[in-house]
């Protein structure tokens, strides 16, 4: 049964010509049980920051160091009132094992016995290249919804021993 709450906390992810400074978000999805919104480049992305807005809770992978960034920067936005109900199972990794310890989404996926991602950022370029559209936008939306229900879970396991308490550590906040 889909959630109806909204605000509701939302998947979010987005796809990119690469990863220099100087490469556009080609698309960004955001995914909440029964609403979900994505914009190309060149598109108003004001339905996708409406839902990043609203919700209470933004679930990513790897959001807090690129996703976030590089949408705010596209769109012009300060990323901050994001960031502050942002969840992140790799920021947190990183921040309490070190790069080291992290892994791939699909990997964090597969060993907490979610369905593997659809494909990978590599093929998502291709895809932007070639003007696949919509299995751009597909692949995307499954990343965002994928993330959504690993960051719902209680605790996310990775690697062999590791487990992530995610209600330990939901959102990150600054100190004044």
């Known amino acids: 049964m889909p959630d109806t709450r909204w605000p509701a906390p939302v998947g979010f992810d987005i796809e990119t010509t690469g990863i220099g400074p100087d490469d556009i978000v080609t698309v960004a999805c955001v995914w909440s049980p029964?609403?979900?919104?994505?914009?190309?480049?060149?598109?108003?992305?004001?339905?996708?920051?409406?839902?990043?807005?609203?919700?209470?809770?933004?679930h990513t992978y790897n959001g807090v160091e690129f996703d976030l960034p590089r949408l705010a920067k596209h769109c012009g936005r300060e990323m901050g009132p994001?960031?502050?109900?942002?969840?992140?199972?790799?920021?947190?990794?990183?921040?309490?094992?070190?790069?080291?310890?992290?892994?791939?989404?699909?990997?964090?996926?597969?060993?907490?016995?979610?369905e593997p991602k659809s494909g990978s950022g590599l093929q998502a370029i291709e895809q932007w290249k070639n003007r696949e559209l919509d299995a751009?936008?597909?692949?995307?939306?499954?990343?965002?919804?994928?993330?959504?229900?690993?960051?719902?879970?209680?605790?996310?396991?990775?690697?062999?021993?590791?487990?992530?308490?995610?209600?330990?550590?939901?959102?990150?906040?600054?100190?004044?």
């Open 34 to 58: 029964g609403r979900q919104a994505a914009c190309f480049y060149g598109e108003d992305f004001t339905p996708v920051l409406d839902m990043l807005d609203q919700a209470p809770l933004i």
């Open 136 to 176: 751009l936008k597909n692949y995307c939306m499954d990343d965002a919804r994928l993330t959504y229900s690993l960051c719902e879970m209680d605790q996310i396991r990775w690697g062999q021993q590791w487990v992530l308490r995610m209600r330990d550590a939901r959102v990150l906040s600054f100190v004044e």
């Open 82 to 114: 994001w960031l502050l109900k942002t969840v992140d199972p790799l920021h947190l990794m990183k921040q309490s094992m070190g790069f080291g310890a992290c892994r791939k989404l699909n990997d964090v996926l597969l060993s907490n016995g979610f």
